[in-house]
């Protein structure tokens, strides 16, 4: 994709571990653009000392999460997220969970959507250097963190994290892609969601429907994407058959 046809923010969200941060991070290289965390910008503002963040909330959620509740670092993140996306030229890839709700202007929204088994399983895997930590240890510490963060938003902007896909461009899946707890399983559910995500950012800034069209025939990937939104059903003159490409893949349990 030419980076110079993406002028819009992109925003990446989803529950916990479902790879919004990579994702965000190889999308902003591909195109040539920034990438913008609010988790870093968060642990900044609690002067968290974390010199990487990556697994933070799976060694100090509850302790992030009560100085949170006593603070107005909310407030502090929203405005600074914010501010960083209007000034950005070329428009940013950002990761965060609520940004695609209270931000008011015209992005490309994503929901990146991963069953509990597969979010637990790339927890285990990018957590066992450091803590050795199960799947069903991993699992429990998602839903947690999962739970709390759902009833933070709907107590500060009104939405449900759990069912609202309303404001998304895109509502995707990538669970089938994540087969087992292992390293290598991880890098390729990784490198094909990858393809999935850059064919929905060429369609959805490009206005040019193909490179999805192109995605969706293929019986790995199409899967992948579970729903389109208004907006671009419209501008493609695509009805209910086509901006509902395929059911959600049944979720599996541990």
Known sequence: MDSGEQMIPIV???LTAAGKTTHAALLA???GVDALHATDILVRELAADERSVGDVWFRRMRELESLRDHSDVDD????ELTALVAAARGGPVVDSWAFPWYWK???LRIWMGSDRLSRAWKCSVSARPAKNLSTEECAALI?????ASRERFLERYGFDLYTDRTVFDFVLDNSHLICAPT???SRRGIRDFHTVLSACVESGTSGESEPLRRTLTDERLGPCVVGIGERLAAEWGWGPEETRTKPVLAARRL
């Not at 502090?76 to 405005?79: P, S």
């Not at 839903?143 to 739970?147: R, S």
């Open 143 to 147: 839903d947690e963190k999962d739970e």
């Open 12 to 14: 990446l969200s989803g």
């Open 105 to 107: 202007g015209e992005a």
């Open 183 to 185: 390293s290598e399983a």
């Open 76 to 79: 502090r993140v929203d405005a």
């Open 29 to 31: 290289s591909a195109l």
